[in-house]
């Protein structure tokens, strides 16, 4: 079975400051796809990223980056010079393609607080 | 394009009364599922819907939990009788069935189910 780890319940940072998120994942399949999704106080989910387990080359969009590394099993998101826009709880998500459709695991999720 | 929408947003209920949850997808999307997050925990996979068959519902908790997706559009969640158990946030999420398990679910807002 799979399982995704989101060991940080809840972050504080100042403005400006730059902050990761970790992930780590488990799975025995060599195909899956992870995902980080983000919950802003208005509560919808709201998808970031999409990787498959075949492409381990880091992402960068704007001040949003992402680092996979198959080796720890670790897809961890970092944020440059947060804003207080950026005050939402994270989740980190692993799915298994199977029989055309996709079963998502989430972890727990990471609440982000950024302080102005 | 409009995204997914569900209906109520929040809904306080007591104990052994019957709830009805409803989602609407992104139009054109066959596949549909549905999560919940209860006390701060991950989101669980509940049930997945192609169209209007259910393709995998081995989430569902228990028998008190019907869902439906008649005709392949909109779907419902009913939890009868509903027990302090079941409060949380209940997420649907929809995605475009293209056969190969790859497409990434976007999810609605959630409904807020609290059980006194």
């Known amino acids: 079975a799979q399982k995704v780890t989101q060991a940080q319940t809840e972050i504080s940072v100042v403005e400006k400051e730059d902050v990761t998120l970790d992930c780590v994942y488990e799975?025995?399949?060599?195909?899956?796809?992870l995902f980080w999704y983000k919950q802003p106080p208005s509560g919808e989910l709201v998808f970031l990223i999409r990787?498959?387990?075949?492409?381990?080359q880091n992402e960068i969009s704007g001040r949003y980056s992402w680092n996979f590394q198959k080796s720890t099993s670790s897809f961890n998101f970092t944020i440059t010079a947060s804003q207080v826009v950026d005050s939402a709880v994270y989740f980190c998500?692993?799915?298994?393609?199977?029989?055309?459709?996709?079963?998502?695991?989430f972890g727990t999720g990471t609440k982000l607080q950024v302080i102005p | 394009e409009a995204g997914v929408t569900q209906f109520p947003s929040h809904s306080v209920i007591e104990k052994g009364q019957t709830v009805t949850l409803r989602c609407d997808p992104i139009?054109?999307?066959?596949?549909l599922y549905w999560y919940r997050r209860v006390m701060g925990k991950e989101i669980k996979f509940l049930l997945h819907?192609?169209?209007?068959?259910?393709?995998?519902e081995s989430g569902m908790p228990n028998n008190r939990f019907l869902a439906e997706r008649t005709g392949g559009t909109y779907s419902t969640l009913k939890v009868q009788p509903a027990e302090l158990e079941d409060s949380g946030v209940y997420f649907c999420?929809?995605?475009?069935?293209?056969?190969?398990?790859?497409?990434?679910?976007?999810f609605g807002p959630g409904t807020r189910l609290t059980v006194l």
């Open positions: 990787r498959n387990s075949f492409d381990e």
């Open positions: 799975t025995r399949d060599t195909t899956y796809y």
């Open positions: 139009s054109g999307h066959d596949n």
């Open positions: 998500a692993l799915s298994l393609p199977s029989g055309g459709y996709q079963k998502v695991t």
């Open positions: 999420a929809s995605s475009h069935d293209r056969g190969w398990g790859t497409d990434t679910q976007y």
């Open positions: 819907f192609v169209k209007e068959s259910k393709q995998d």
